[in-house]
């Protein structure tokens, strides 16, 4: 065949020092497939990092897939980059890379930085484009109003394959414009501040739930092509809703076509097995210490935030990152150089990627699943911390469900499971997250965690709702959790939403819809949220009668907030203790009969002058059984 590469190149030197460096983020502008005029001919210019390669030739449906009519040219300065220009080439072409090794082994890879992918089990890449007319400006203008600490943050955390499936086929998926017509208006009624999408990078496995993603840079092409993705951001921003996407710069899979073993050595991977291989995922995880590979995987997170104008990141997997012993057992794994288990390289990783992501897209914010107790996770990196915005509050998350699946019978025996978290809930900035990791793999529904009967379960979660949206830090739930979806999360299937037309899950979803505009209009509940002043004990230790009472305080403390949980399917009139000259009204009931409760009117009986909880004054007041009971302060009485 006629070899018709043209030599080309997009980089500068500039380019190729970062590069190095790990320092270049905007390395999807250089690497890939870019169409072009070169010489008045159109065409494509293909690049891919292969420094260990013998050969590396473009192959496709134009060519036949014939390694030998399209090579590319290696870069003279041992920089590992094989480049040129293809004329006659378009939007839509089919390619791979294949590239001959040293042992003379032909591999066939997709592009790692290819903007779309075909599904399995050809999994080639597309020629394509990010090119799309946004008209998000005023959303892009003004959403560090809605990211910044002191906002309401209400996380509605999506599967894109299994939130909704097609109405006329069950098996079918919505396509990205068909999510936009249905989730916008949801969203929009539920009151959620922010979308959290699972993975919408390319994934070969739909078990995976996109977890073990083969093309970073690809938008899932099982819902849509690019811009059909960026129609559903841009869509969700005109409608005043931020989108959070997951991000896994953890680990990859190892098929055949993607980054694992890609020039024939251990590249993108680390090639000691006990840094390189994750045994419990069967999976590769990134070599942090070459510098290409974090200049591979920072202008990855850019990318997102820059071409689909991603309002965030929630980066998976993090504990498995900073700990070298994570998921190893003694033996398969080795100190870092001062003895100890922490993953420097990866610590540094993430410092550096949390310092690019605020320095570029300083209105985003970055979000970190990390289940351990690792110090500053939040804190600037220039005071020695890893930089994330926020990180996900596992340890609360943890200790709330191991109370409420308890008997309320038993509940006194483990009152200080919902305290404990007031010892630790400032260390950080934190996201409380009920998501997809609670309802999957035999750990039942929300509603099923709850004891008791139908009745119990159901106020029993609109307890526990209660408590999350009052508690200090941004919130998170997962599809499904906010009606009582009876069956754990099927990936597979779309959620049960004909469980609306019975009035206890119907009653449920009214709730949460009634949380989230609580906490979105109430400034006490999130202006201080990550300040020790925004939050105080009034009753933490009444074990017996399993109540706890707190305020919730805005910024300048004029605005309070009571919350009043009486976990007990009893009944009873209880005294608090309040400030001298303050009164108060219900504000809200979660045994309210429009949300599926019993109807017992939370009502203030009686307003005492003597002293009580350590306050000047008292209330009477009546408590609904299992309920969550939000009061708001009034005006004191001098100023009426």
Known sequence: MKQDVQPYSLFTEDDLYLFREGKHYRLYEKFGSHTLNHDGKDGVYFAVWAPHAKEVSVIGDFNGWHSEAHKLYPRWDQSGIWEGFISGLSWGTLYKYAIRTTDGILLEKSDPYGLSWEQNPQAASLVSTNWYEWTDEEWMLNRWKNNRLEAPISVYELHLGSWMRGTDDPERFFNYREIAERLIPYVLEMGFTHVEFMPVMEYPYDPSWGYQITGFYAANSRFGSPQDLM??????????????????????????????????????????????????????????????????????????????????????AVTSMLYLDYAREEGQWEPNVFGGNVNLEAKAFLQDFNTAVYRYYPDTMTIAEESSDFPMLTKPVHHGGVGFG???????????????????????????????????????????????????????????????????????????????????????????????????????????????????????????????????????????????????????????????VYLRKNKTQEEVIMVVLNLTPRVFDYKIGVDEGTRWEVILNSDDTLYGGSGVKAKILDEEDHPWMFRPNALVLRLPPLAGVVLKRKMDRSAE
């Open 231 to 316: 129609f559903l951001i841009n869509e969700l921003h005109v409608h005043g809703i931020g989108v959070i996407l997951d991000w896994v710069p953890s680990h990859f899979p190892g098929d055949a076509n993607g980054l694992h073993y890609f020039d024939g050595t251990f590249l993108y991977e680390h090639e000691d097995p006990r840094k390189g291989y994750h045994p419990q995922w069967n999976s590769h995880l990134f070599n942090y210490g070459r510098n290409e590979v974090k200049s591979f995987l920072i202008s990855n997170a850019l990318f997102w935030l820059d071409r689909y104008h991603a309002d965030g990141l929630r980066v998976d």
């Open 390 to 548: 926020m990180k996900w509050m596992m340890g609360w998350m943890h200790d709330t469900l191991k109370y409420f699946k308890e008997d309320p019978i038993h509940r006194k025996y483990h009152h200080h499971k919902i305290t404990f978290a007031s010892m630790y809930m400032y260390n950080e900035n934190y996201m409380m997250p009920l998501s997809h990791d609670e309802v999957v793999h035999g750990k039942s529904s929300m509603i099923y965690k709850m004891p008791g009967d139908e009745w119990q379960k159901f106020a029993n979660l609109r307890a526990l709702y209660t408590y999350m949206f009052t508690h200090p830090g941004a919130k998170l739930l997962f599809m499904g959790n906010e009606f009582g979806q009876t069956n754990e999360w099927r990936f597979g299937a779309s959620l049960d939403w004909h469980l609306l037309q019975y009035p206890v899950h119907e009653g449920l979803r009214r709730y949460v819809k009634a949380l989230n505009a609580l906490y979105r209009t109430e400034t006490s509940l999130h202006e201080s949220q990550f300040k020790p002043e925004g939050f105080e004990w009034v009753e933490a230790n009444d074990d017996n009668n399993s109540v706890y």
